[in-house]
């Protein structure tokens, strides 16, 4: 099992001409509603792609905490550790421009109540073979989860976003590192990815993603090339999840290191050629006709 332990949002996506100044009110164009938040993100990429998946965290009791409840759901994610508390589900509010610029405010809402591991969380991990973390929830919780996840030898995932500068012992208790360049430099305080990544690589294993070019796999003194499929991007969003989530589903299955990354990347290269984040996540069957074409 992965027991991915995370937030949940509902993205809310206007698109402007142009983003109004300070006082200033616009008319926009259009107006969706997208599931999202990194952990949501993850637990049903991880799901889709066939692995058994239980999502803790918290929504609110109220409408958008139930369709995201139902969205994961329905792609077979676990929903029982998560929690339904008195504030409102953690809301992203996302204008993009004509440019394609986007500004976001972030509003934690529940995602933010989880503060302490409890005997739910812990009951997951323990059943879980890798335990699966980002940023969007308090990071005393996060380091907490990661230091259970160890002691219990359960292998511990981080996607470091959105980064900041973590303690060294949350690294520390980390096997596999995953961030983007930009995380990777941030974290490392090394202005070159692959330096980062080495320089990120003391404790475990660092992959780190780079867009359109592939993702490096750092193994202490071994890197790895991992290529990225040459494919038609139309929207990346939640690429980086896409990939983390199934790179969880192969290493809790079992696979060597190439074929885990291998499904990874071939699931990040089907989810950028279509538009959105949860609706554009393909399933293993489409995963496995992708590579054997
Ligand atoms: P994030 O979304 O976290 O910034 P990246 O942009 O690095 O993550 O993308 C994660 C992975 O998705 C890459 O390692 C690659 O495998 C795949 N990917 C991203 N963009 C493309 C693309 N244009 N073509 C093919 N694969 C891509």
Known sequence: MIAVLGSANLDLVVTVDRAPGRGETVTGRTFTTVPGGK???????????????TLL?????????????????????????????????GTAHITVDGTGDNSIVVVP???????????????????????LLQLELPLPLVEEAAAYARSRGVRVMLTPAPAV???????????????????????????????????????????????????????????????????????TTAAGDTFAGVLAVGLAAGLEWPDALRRASAAAALSV????????????GEIDAFLAE
């Open 57 to 89: 965290g918290a929504v609110g009791d109220d409408e958008f905490g139930r369709r995201i409840a139902a969205l994961l759901t329905a792609s077979g994610v676990d929903v029982s550790g998560l929690a339904v508390n008195e504030l409102p589900t």
């Open 273 to 284: 050629q279509r538009p959105g984040a949860s609706s554009s996540m393909p399933d293993r």
């Open 109 to 131: 809402g529940a995602n933010g109540t989880v503060a302490r591991l409890t005997d739910a969380h812990r009951t997951a991990i323990d059943a879980a073979e890798v335990v």
């Open 39 to 53: 952990g949501a993100n993850q637990a049903l990429a991880a799901a889709r792609a066939g692995g058994d998946v």
């Open 165 to 235: 500068p973590l303690p060294p012992s949350l690294l520390a208790a980390v096997d596999v590192l995953v961030p983007n360049e930009h995380e990777a430099v941030l974290l490392a305080g090394v202005a070159d990815p692959v330096a980062a990544a080495r320089a990120l690589a003391a404790s475990g294993d660092v992959v780190v993603t780079l867009g359109a070019r592939g993702a490096l796999r750092v193994n202490g003194a071994t890197t790895t090339d991992v290529p990225a499929f040459a494919v038609e991007a139309v929207d």
